[in-house]
């Protein structure tokens, strides 16, 4: 809503996050990922000999997690929320009429 000198207010309720918290999130994914990479290829080595098809699942976590982490902690930052309007429009004001001149300029 506009206030009393006419000026424009803004919701920000559609802004995006700040980009240092968007880095921090993103940061903070790819170091989950790799910590479950690096936890895959250990119990990929200790299960080796112990239940082989396991230590495969685990073994192909390791080789595709690091791709994965990357494409995610690249995909960017997110899009704004979709809102009805960021914009709220002053309220319309009807145009006063304009005094006809041509009566004033005929009498003269």
């Not at 990357?70 to 995909?75: P, Y």
């Not at 009429?97 to 300029?105: E, G, Q, R, V």
């Amino acid at each position: 809503m506009p206030k009393r000198g006419g000026t424009e207010v803004f919701r920000i309720t559609g802004a995006r996050q700040g980009l240092a918290d968007d880095v921090r999130g993103r940061q903070r994914r790819y170091v989950i990922s790799m910590t479950v990479r690096t936890l895959s290829v250990i119990a990929a080595a200790v299960l080796w000999n112990v239940e082989r098809h396991i230590a495969f699942v685990a073994l192909g976590l390791g080789i595709l997690l690091p791709y994965i982490a990357v494409v995610i902690a690249n995909a960017g930052r997110e899009t704004a929320p979709s809102l009805p309007s960021t914009f709220v429009p002053p309220p319309v004001r009807p145009a006063l009429d304009a005094p006809n001149l041509k009566k004033s300029s005929d009498q003269s």
